[in-house]
């Protein structure tokens, strides 16, 4: 489906010079002299590769629909993740970079959903929030404000995030995936 470049948005999957990119960010500028023009920050999906294009409105570029289907994380081999099929129980190995930060967050049985071109896995999607057990916070330090102060606490998986004072070790939280922030105290 062909767009107009001014029309991209953030998460957009394009075909731009033989490669399927996704808009990261997007700036519409409207200089005093001149067209308007929109500044897409991109990301390459097969190589990871990122560039920024400026695009006029009168240029046109070919949004990709990919399609999705369910997965379920099985083990993690070295730099390896196995994810299997949940229609045909089909194992598929992909490279940990695929997923970047999202990875540490990865839990045994996770479902995920996974982004296909033309049969290919190009991006695997985490659940936007998980429970996680704190292994290490801070002391707070004292004469801090609780309204506004956070301290420093490491989850079971070692990931660094950042807790309200009255949360301890032992605690299950519930933290953003993808901003990798404290949500809130698990049920």
């Known amino acids: 489906m062909k767009i107009s470049g001014v029309d991209i948005r953030p998460g957009n999957i394009i075909e731009y010079e033989g490669g399927i990119w996704r808009a990261v ?3 519409h500028t409207q200089p005093g002299k001149g067209g308007a023009y929109m500044q ?9 590769r990122k560039t920024n294009v400026r695009f006029r409105s009168a240029e046109t570029v070919e949004r990709v629909r990919l399609d999705t289907k369910d997965f379920q994380f099985l083990f993690a081999d070295g730099a390896m993740l196995t994810f299997m099929d949940k229609d045909n129980y089909e ?3 992909l490279p940990r970079d695929l997923l970047g930060d999202a ?6 049985g996770m ?6 071109y033309d049969e290919r896995p190009i991006s695997v999607q985490l659940p936007d929030t998980i429970e996680a057990t704190i292994v290490e916070a801070d002391a707070v330090v004292k ?3 609780a309204s506004s102060s956070f301290k420093p606490a490491v989850l079971d998986n070692g990931v660094r995030v950042m807790v ?4 301890g070790a032992g605690t299950r939280i519930v933290v953003d995936v993808y901003d990798r922030t404290y949500v809130r105290r698990a049920d």
């Open 25 to 27: 960010k997007i700036q």
């Open 40 to 48: 897409v920050e991109m990301k390459n999906l097969i190589d990871g």
């Open 91 to 93: 194992q598929i190995s």
């Open 103 to 108: 990875a540490a967050f990865l839990q045994d």
């Open 111 to 116: 479902d995920v959903v996974m982004e296909l």
């Open 143 to 145: 004469g801090q404000t």
């Open 164 to 167: 309200p004072p009255h949360i």
